[in-house]
């Protein structure tokens, strides 16, 4: 393996994720597994106002994946979901197609840009950002039940049948 593809910021990202823990009760949860090294990620958080405002991962990875999760972790706070997406998705053209390393809050991505010489550690790079959009998906139509659910019992109340 490349000196470059385990620098040493590479290896303090993975020694170091926060928020590991998962959350008691969040809007959103994924579980996320790489086919072929076996690497996971449980990933949890909470939307309030279009933001991230809690989240909790427990990363099973390897270095690579672990350091991927840092990042994310580091930065996911206050996030909006598209700014997810749009890192998830700027990281994996990075990787796969030589695209440039992603801007903005997850700029840290770039660290990993060694691993584009490796295709079989993709997928547990993107594991935990993959992890995310799955959670913000399951997130959001949480959010959108639950408001739904107000409104209904809003109308009901304004109606006198409650």
């Known amino acids: 393996m490349s000196h ?5 910021r590479v290896l303090e990202l993975a020694a170091d994720i926060p928020h590991v823990g998962l959350l008691a009760s969040p809007n959103g949860r994924a579980h996320r597994v790489s086919r072929l090294c076996g690497s996971r990620i ?3 958080l909470t939307l309030d106002e279009g933001h991230v405002s809690a989240a909790g991962i427990e990363p099973k990875a390897c270095a690579l994946g672990q350091a991927s999760a840092s990042i994310l972790m580091r930065h996911i706070l206050g996030a909006s979901p598209d700014e997810i997406r749009n ?4 990281f994996r053209a990075m990787l796969k197609e030589a695209g440039p390393p992603p801007t903005g809050r997850f700029w840290e991505l770039r660290y990993l840009e ?3 010489d490796y ?3 993709h ?15 399951e997130a959001e139509k949480s959010v959108g039940k639950n408001l739904a659910e107000a409104v209904l019992q809003a109308r009901q109340v304004v109606a006198g049948e409650n």
């Open 123 to 137: 997928a547990s790079a993107l594991l935990a950002f993959e992890a995310a959009c799955d959670a913000l998906d």
């Open 42 to 44: 449980d990933l949890d």
């Open 114 to 116: 060694a691993v584009r």
């Open 87 to 90: 890192a998830r998705d700027s």
């Open 119 to 121: 295709p079989p550690r």
């Open 4 to 8: 470059d593809l385990y620098s040493p």
